[in-house]
T-cell receptor, first 114, second 114 residues
């Protein structure tokens, strides 16, 4: 089956660092994505990992370990506007190749406090 | 242009109505998607179109009928919906020819069935 787990809620302080974890079990693997979604808005792309290691993009970094089925999103220098839901999504592979499918975790609601 | 445009933004319809949701992108993406998102839940895939052909139908009830008139447009025709179909309907697009299947999401149509 397909299973993606991430914490439901997290709270952090403005200026701090927060790490949001994601574990997954899927039929095949063709990459892992992190999306940010503010309430009432569309998800926006943050990062993509397909190989093991760390991808850094400004204040946001994402890490992947394929052997452990594990990823995390690291947010540095937190700002109030970072309060949002963070969605981990996996693209499973298929024998026929790319499916275009994304399977989302339940999302982690991050609240940044002053 | 890196936008996916959805219309209408809000829709209220009765259970006997027929309505359509529209989605448009001009990024040259050859894959387009419909997702359904309930409150405080992640997006759930409904349909995938690749090169204007339906490639995935996630066992969606026939009261939802997708259509892809050309590579830039995606419609979702609605008929005889139920109140439990009320949700945010998200359209997305992505390149098909690369391994990075980053999906760009539209702002969504907030649908209420009464």
């Amino acid at each position: 089956g397909q299973n993606i787990d991430q914490p439901t809620e997290m709270t952090a302080t403005e200026g701090a660092i927060v790490q949001i974890n994601c574990t997954y079990q899927t039929s095949g693997f063709n990459g892992l994505f992190w999306y940010q979604q503010h309430a009432g808005e569309a998800p926006t792309f943050l990062s993509y990992n397909v190989l093991d290691g760390l991808e850094e993009k400004g204040r946001f970094s994402s890490f992947l370990s394929r052997s452990k089925g594990y990823s995390y999103l690291l947010l540095k220098e937190l700002q109030m506007k970072d309060s949002a839901s963070y969605l981990c999504a996996v693209s499973p592979s298929a024998l026929s190749g790319n499916t275009g499918k994304l399977i989302f975790g339940q999302g982690t609601t991050l609240q940044v406090k002053p | 242009d890196t936008e996916v445009t959805q219309t209408p933004k809000h829709l209220v319809m009765g259970m006997t109505n027929k309505k359509s949701l529209k989605c448009e992108q001009h990024m040259g993406h050859r894959a387009m998607y419909w997702y359904k998102q309930k409150a405080k839940k992640p997006p759930e895939l409904m349909f995938v179109y690749s090169y204007e052909k339906l490639s995935i139908n996630e066992s969606v009830p026939s009261r939802f009928s997708p259509e892809c008139p050309n590579s830039s447009l995606l419609n979702l025709h609605l008929h005889a919906l139920q109140p439990e179909d009320s949700a945010l309907y998200l359209c997305a697009s992505s390149p098909w020819d690369t391994s990075n299947t980053e999906a760009f999401f539209g702002q969504g149509t907030r649908l209420t069935v009464v």
